[in-house]
């Protein structure tokens, strides 16, 4: 199924795949994480995988510090830390209940937990030790960084959004514009909004700044939904991806499917062929050439016989990724 410009992942994960995140600073590594307890790093342009080290649970999420550190944290409820030269770990810290998300902003230096305890955690990576403990409405279910801002998406559709230079209070406190329980949220490379989805296949696109004007241009979109003997089936968009340099952005969905959108223009760019499993998490490259894919079964359909997990790496183009100029009448209503 995969053509020249893409392939597999040797040495996957023996259980689902949580995260895919590449490297600061190159496309060579690879960081995956998985429900089998392990953190693996993978040589991409080499197909090997260099260094595997395990938590006591599944583990939900991973991140790089910088190119030789990784950060990971799971059901076991710890944060590690692991020296990828020297494959030396250190037990940072832990939340009172599984660690959802881990992601690092380098604008602030610091490394951001999201935990089902219901709080954030800050991290100061250069000690490494806790910085703070901040209160969220509900379960933490997704964040991401977006410059020295923080946007945390929680159980009971609700956002907050927080300014990382200073914690002491909630800057925005928002509802999802998405009916249905939020999956994944990523903010805009260009700092200016997020697009989150949901588990019925939709996304939507928001932006930070409440002035009215701004709030008039958010909009949401159907998509991940197939036709299949004449009924409409719906799938959780699982995954979103920003290319960094086009802010156009990959989702990746429980039909298998990932679809890249133009959000300016309000226009799907491509959609790949369809991938053997359910898509449970996406990462381009920092220079955009380069998108991780892991197809993975997220027992959707309970425990049933399933296709086995795999990472495909895709080399992405412009005419794939880049948005293109539309006359008006081509752009497709959402």
Not at 120 to 125: A, E, G, N, Q, Y
Request: net charge negative; charged share 20%.
């Amino acid at each position: 199924m995969t053509g020249s410009n893409e392939f597999k992942l040797n040495q996957p994960p023996e259980d689902g795949i949580s995260s895919v995140k590449f490297s600061p600073n190159t496309s060579q590594f690879l960081l995956v994480s998985s429900w089998d307890t392990s953190v693996r790093l993978y040589d991409v342009p080499a197909n090997t995988m260099r260094l595997k080290y395990q938590h006591t649970g599944a583990v939900l999420d991973c991140a790089f510090y910088d190119p030789t550190h990784a950060w990971s944290g799971g059901l076991d409820h710890q944060l590690k830390m692991h020296d990828l030269n020297t494959d030396q770990e250190n037990l940072v810290g832990t939340h009172d209940a599984p660690i959802r998300c881990v992601e690092y902003c380098p604008e602030v230096n610091v490394m951001v937990t999201g935990s089902w305890d219901q709080t954030v955690k800050l991290w100061d990576p250069r000690t490494p030790c806790n910085a703070g403990t901040f209160s969220q409405p509900e379960k933490v279910y997704t964040l991401s960084v977006s410059g020295d801002r923080l946007i945390v998406g929680t159980a009971g559709h609700r956002f907050t959004v927080w300014d990382l230079r200073n914690m002491g209070y909630v800057q925005q406190r928002r509802e999802s514009s998405l009916k249905y329980q939020t999956r994944c949220i990523r903010a805009f490379p260009n700092k200016q909004g997020y697009v989150l989805s949901s588990i019925e296949g939709r996304v939507a696109v928001e932006y930070l700044d409440p002035s009215p004007e701004v709030q008039k241009k958010k909009y949401a979109f159907k998509c991940h939904r197939l036709k299949e003997n004449n009924i409409e089936q719906i799938y959780p968009v699982n995954a979103i991806s920003f290319h960094n340099i086009h802010n156009t952005f990959a989702t990746g969905g429980s039909d298998g499917f990932v679809n890249i959108w133009d959000p300016f223009n309000k226009k799907r760019l491509c959609q790949f062929h369809r991938y053997p499993t359910s898509i449970a998490s996406l990462a381009f490259s920092n220079d955009g050439t380069t998108l991780a894919i892991a197809s993975s079964y997220m027992y959707e359909m309970d425990d049933t016989e399933h296709p086995e997990d795999g990472i495909f790496i895709r080399q992405v183009t412009d005419a794939e990724t880049k948005p293109k100029h539309f006359l008006s009448h081509q752009i497709l209503p959402f």
